[in-house]
């Protein structure tokens, strides 16, 4: 797994905001491109350090703990103040781990942002990837550089972060109409919230998890595990990153998305009786006939439906397990889709047409589709070698090196996430090759006609560690006899 897929899954945990995630995501790429060992390049200039050779210094002893506060920024937030430093160096000695442990430092910026109570506030609840940004920037952060040139950088760096992991597509050609686009932002605004056994969409509180640890003694311990206040973590709920968020379980997420945003009550108080009762749907059916419609889908198991979701549309699904979460019809064993009665007309679903599902693909696979993957990959500068249908080893790298580029798990799998990323690449670079083809020609720059017998002026730049600019500084004012 790659840093930024490592560090979106450990702080979107204790988030539960994509937003907030992302804004500060991109803060921290900003300061140390997600390189946990990453030590500030004016320092590294000045002092021959290398990012590896100072981390190994620091934990052999070669830099002291009174050495390592030295004023150079270190690390994923880059610390850089001497007290920040000393405690992030105790805190690495406690763990008995590398100052360099990206695990380390990530519970380590959490403590610290449990002080920053404000900031902390703002990425648990912000609206948008700047809104998060912003905040860490100004209230935690607190570079030099708080311009508004500054600021929009460190949010573009987030909305890229964000753009990636949330596998969102620049268009989609799913079929909606009011209430389905209603369900399906509904349903992205919902991401991150709790997975509760026997939940409708309660606020999440100790005394909800309490009343349906009662309901349901057979899940009380996960009940009370994945609540920081109940499992002893924490003396109250005002740093849980489910505070005044809602909680459900996987039918009553798809039954309090269709209420609230539609108006469309399912009945039935589980997954199997929901999808058993005929009144509650348009059509249902096996899950290769489903429409390219918002519907719900189940995973059909031992029996009965063992799980339900939401599918929004092109084969991706937004589900609740564990807590509210994306995922894709081709990656998970769905068997069944089901039209909620009163979300579409007959007429619109029949405009809808099937989903386009592509299928999944690994070494081994051949045709079409493979052929196809081959093209694009290669269109995206991933070479796969000989365009010829074949998933062999070369694709292989090719897909894995697509993944690791694009902060995907690489594992080598085509799968409908790693479908949709290189879709969404397609498009950008599509998109990038017109804006280009539109462009006019630039003018030719003529070389500036320099006069006969003179030489032509270079300037040459160079730079010199601060302490030696402002003795030079000092020098030249007594030697040209200037005060202050």
Known sequence: MSNEEIIWAWLSERIGNEYGVAGLMGNLQ???????????????????WTDEGYTAAVDCGAITREMFQDGAGYGLAQWTYWSRKRDLYDFAKSQGVSIGDLGMQLAYLWAELKQYGAVLTTLMNAKSVREASDAVLVGYEKPANQSKENREARARMGQAIYDRRTG???????????KAEACVKLAEEKLGDPYVYGAWGDPCTVKIRKQYAGYNPAYKGKIYGAC?????????CTYCKWNGHLCYDCRGFTHYILKTAAGIKLDGAGATSQYDKAANWEEKGNISKMPNAVCCVFK??????????????????????????????????????????????AEELKEAGAVKMKPTLKSGSSGDAVRELQEDLKGLGFDPGTVDGKFGTKTREAVMAFQLAYGLTA?????????????????LK???????????????????????????????MFMLPEDLVRELYEYLK???????
């Open 30 to 48: 900003a300061e140390s491109g997600l390189r946990p060992n990453n030590l500030e390049n004016r320092y590294a200039d000045a002092s021959g």
């Open 168 to 178: 969102r597509k620049d268009e989609k050609g799913v079929k909606l109409n009011e």
């Open 228 to 236: 920081p206040v109940l499992d002893g973590e924490e003396p109250d």
């Open 300 to 345: 059909y198991k031992d029996g009965k439906m063992s799980h339900t979701g939401l599918h929004i549309g092109d084969g991706m699904i937004i589900h609740c397990s564990t807590i509210v979460k994306r995922g894709a019809v081709s990656d998970t064993t769905w068997t069944h889709y089901a039209v909620p009665k009163g979300l579409y007309t």
């Open 411 to 427: 594992d080598g799998i085509v799968g409908g996430v790693t479908w949709q990323e290189i879709e969404k690449q397609q498009s």
């Open 430 to 460: 599509n998109k990038k090759d017109a804006a280009e083809q539109d462009k006019a020609p630039p003018e030719e720059e003529k070389p500036e006609e320099k006069p006969e017998g003179k030489e032509e002026e270079k300037m040459i």
């Open 478 to 484: 007594k030697l040209l006899g200037e005060g202050d």
